[in-house]
């Protein structure tokens, strides 16, 4: 690795090192990387979702009534985590339909606790109106995956234009759907 690449460049700007280009990812930009790259792009270009969209509306009352005895939402540096249970991560998810962008953001949120506080953690994603809940480790698999993920988003937030739309089974219920279809 290089002093450019952009895992390099993402683990200075998280420890607080002096950077030239500083470089950031989210839990949602990884998630997104995984679902959708436009949808990527315009997160990170701060465009706003649509809050009355009822995916987002069911995944805010999710997000607000699941685990509310146990709900912290700690914020580290670049990662929001929704609680720690028994030493473990969780992540809450209204449903299981994109499990391995659910995964992934899990699986990131790991590998940034293990590479910037060196803190190692197990995961559990969470769905509760199903209620399953699944074990997440952060294998060398999933590390190596996480890292291509964070040099793919760097190549798609470096983009001057999002990139071209691509029907998927859930664009009508995404928050972005007007931005791509109309």
């Known amino acids: 690795m290089t002093a450019t690449d952009p895992v390099d460049r ?3 700007t998280a420890r607080g090192e002096p950077v030239d280009d500083p470089f950031r990812v989210t839990g949602v930009m990884i998630q997104y990387y995984y679902v959708c790259k436009r949808e990527l792009w315009f997160e990170s270009r701060n465009l706003e979702i649509d ?3 009822a ?10 009534t699941a685990y509310s005895e146990k709900r912290e939402n700690l914020h580290l540096g670049m990662i929001s985590l929704d609680l720690l249970d028994d030493g473990r991560v969780v992540e809450v998810k209204p449903s299981s339909t994109l499990t391995e962008p659910a995964e ?3 699986s990131y949120y790991l590998w940034y606790l293990d590479r910037v506080a060196d803190i190692q953690k197990d995961g559990v994603l969470a769905h509760p109106r199903e ?3 699944e074990p997440v480790e952060l294998t060398a698999e999933r590390t190596d995956k996480v890292e291509t993920a964070i040099r793919g988003i760097h190549e798609i937030v470096r983009q001057s234009s999002p990139p071209a739309a691509e029907e998927k089974p859930f664009c009508d219920s995404c928050a972005y759907h007007d931005f791509c279809w109309c």
């Not at 995916?55 to 607000?64: A, F, H, I, P, S």
């Open 10 to 12: 993402l683990l200075a």
């Open 51 to 53: 809050r009355e969209n």
């Open 55 to 64: 995916t987002v509306v069911r995944g805010t009352r999710v997000d607000e």
């Open 104 to 106: 992934m953001q899990l």
């Open 131 to 133: 209620r399953k809940r």
